[in-house]
């Protein structure tokens, strides 16, 4: 009798093809993690020569680590509050209203989570050239880092408006009619009623974005001059020259940043966070 759509997990062959699965895709980060502890003073850092927390102390005592970091968190604090903005307005349209031609928008929106990051990386700089639009390098700071941040809102305010769209679909309009009925304008409604049920999906939605923003090297690398550089762009020219513990260190912080506002975003996103 062949296995039902749930019982393949009592299989003994996809159990071990899961596990050798997940091993595949974690063992590289917990070894990278557990390395950004090692006590090995050499190039190389394969060796494991004993516990010590030093080299996250040089870490945050790299002035130019942390100032990739500073301009890594300025870019994804403003990208992500204009992604949030247009992904709310792109949810509410897409949403409400019927319009010609809406698959193809809804297709357009959609083009840059599908499209690969070197071919949108590559687009985003050929029309800065093109346009002329590039941000001087040594305009003052943040404003120095303007071309990122736009080609970050590119990317991460469909991510933003897919979420938000999701939230949207457990509002009752009823809820919206009645508002109405009650002398409501539709403004009134759009501020009282329908933005407070969409708060969640805004925070998951923005938390998304940050965490795009904030560990994002294929696109920065394309849109990014040399006075202007973010932490991963930053981690990937110190690992041209070698891996060490201080390498390992920065690049644990930036993972567990990345796996806690990933986390909170998931759990935004909850079922019972739903309004019934």
């Not at 091993?23 to 993690?33: Q, S, T």
């Not at 403003?78 to 509410?92: K, N, R, W």
């Not at 762009?233 to 940043?257: C, D, G, H, Q, W």
Request: glycine share 4%; with cysteine.
């Amino acid at each position: 009798m062949s296995a039902g759509p749930f019982q393949y997990a009592r299989k003994t062959s996809m159990r071990t093809i899961f596990v050798l699965a997940t091993v595949f895709l974690y063992a590289p980060i917990i070894v990278l993690v557990v390395f950004s502890f090692n006590d090995s003073r050499r190039g190389g850092n394969v060796i494991w020569r004993g516990f010590t927390t030093d080299y996250y102390v040089k870490a945050f005592n790299n002035a130019s680590l942390v100032e990739a970091f500073v301009n890594s968190i300025a870019i994804a604090l403003i990208s992500t509050i204009f992604a949030v903005i247009l992904g709310a307005m792109t949810a509410v349209l897409l949403w409400r209203w019927r319009f010609p031609f809406k698959p193809v928008y809804e297709g357009l929106v959609a083009l840059p989570i599908v499209i690969p990051e070197i071919c949108m990386g590559v687009a985003l700089a050929a029309f800065f050239v093109a346009s002329g639009f590039t941000v001087s390098p040594d305009a003052p700071w943040p404003f120095n880092l303007g071309n990122i941040i736009i080609a970050h809102i590119t990317f991460s305010f469909p991510f933003a408006a897919m979420v938000i769209r999701t939230r949207l679909q457990s509002f009752p309009p009823e809820m919206a009619e009645a508002a109405r009925d009650l002398g409501a304008s539709e403004y009134q409604v759009f501020r009282d009623i329908l933005i407070p049920h969409m708060v969640p999906g805004l925070i998951a939605g923005a938390l998304l974005a940050f965490t795009l923003s904030l560990d994002d090297f294929v696109i920065t690398f394309f849109t990014s001059g040399p006075n202007t550089v973010t932490f991963p762009v930053k981690v990937y020219s110190m690992v041209r020259f070698s891996v060490t513990p201080e390498i390992n260190a920065a690049s644990t912080i930036l993972i567990l940043m990345t796996l806690a506002l990933t986390f909170i975003a998931i759990r935004l996103q909850k079922p019972s966070e739903m309004t019934k």
